[in-house]
């Protein structure tokens, strides 16, 4: 089975710290995608990747950057971290090959709280 | 992508099917129906996806109505483990930008013993 791992269950974060959200894919798999979750406002996508050194913005980048230097490895950055930015945070692998979905496998989250 | 429409919440008896609805009217050819389920404090997981004809795998049924404009998720016999939320979402076989899924509000399920 497909596995996608992050890093951290759970993380305090103060107001003005650079948080790095870790996500790892043993598959092989192109597409990795950041998500975060709030009660009322479902999944919103950050970002998105679909190969090394690629990336693409979702519906509400603002605050965040990515990096994926390798392929197995997609990484959220929150430059300077505000409240606004607790949430649970998501990521999920997936690809689509000669006509045929593959569905997405999403990791168990990140629930961050700023303080 | 094209938009789904579900109820919000429905509720089940234990060890009974359940069909969940959704409506997608603007689904288009290349459009795939696919089901994730959310269980409480995980992250969502594939149920199963079809593309016209229906579909059975473990954990589910997907029957696609003959028009593409609906589909029903069905649990054959609920359990309590299955109280979950359910997103019925459209993804296209085009959209090779990283082939997003764009999750809706879903329908909770609640399983009563």
């Known amino acids: 089975d497909v596995k996608v791992t992050q890093s951290s269950r759970y993380l305090v974060k103060r107001t003005g710290e650079k948080v790095f959200l870790e996500c790892v894919q043993d598959?092989?798999?192109?597409?990795m995608f950041w998500y975060r979750q709030d009660p009322g406002l479902g999944l919103r996508l950050i970002y998105f990747?679909?190969?090394?050194?690629?990336?693409e913005k979702g519906d509400i980048p603002e605050g965040y950057s990515v990096s994926r230097e390798k392929k197995e490895r997609f990484s959220l950055i929150l430059e300077s971290a505000s409240t606004n930015q607790t949430s649970m945070y998501l990521c999920?692998?997936?690809?689509?090959?000669?006509?045929?979905?593959?569905?997405?496998?999403f990791g168990s989250g990140t629930r961050l709280t700023v303080v | 992508d094209a938009k789904t429409t579900q109820p919000n919440s429905m509720e089940s008896n234990e060890e009974e099917p359940v069909h969940l609805p959704c409506n997608h009217s603007?689904?288009?050819?290349?459009?795939?129906i696919h089901w994730y389920r959310q269980l409480p404090s995980q992250g969502p997981e594939y149920v199963i996806h079809?593309?016209?004809s229906n579909v059975n795998n473990r954990m589910a049924s997907l029957a696609i109505a003959e028009d593409r404009k609906s589909s029903t998720l069905i649990l054959h016999r609920a359990t309590l483990r299955d109280a979950a939320v359910y997103y019925c979402?459209?993804?296209?076989?085009?959209?090779?930008?990283?082939?997003?899924?764009?999750f809706g509000g879903g329908t909770r399920l609640m399983v009563k013993p």
């Open positions: 999920a692998s997936s690809f689509f090959r000669q006509g045929k979905d593959y569905g997405y496998t």
């Open positions: 598959m092989d798999h192109e597409n």
């Open positions: 990747s679909y190969d090394v050194k690629m990336k």
């Open positions: 603007t689904i288009s050819g290349t459009d795939y």
């Open positions: 079809g593309l016209t």
């Open positions: 979402i459209l993804r296209s076989e085009n959209n090779n930008a990283g082939n997003m899924l764009t």
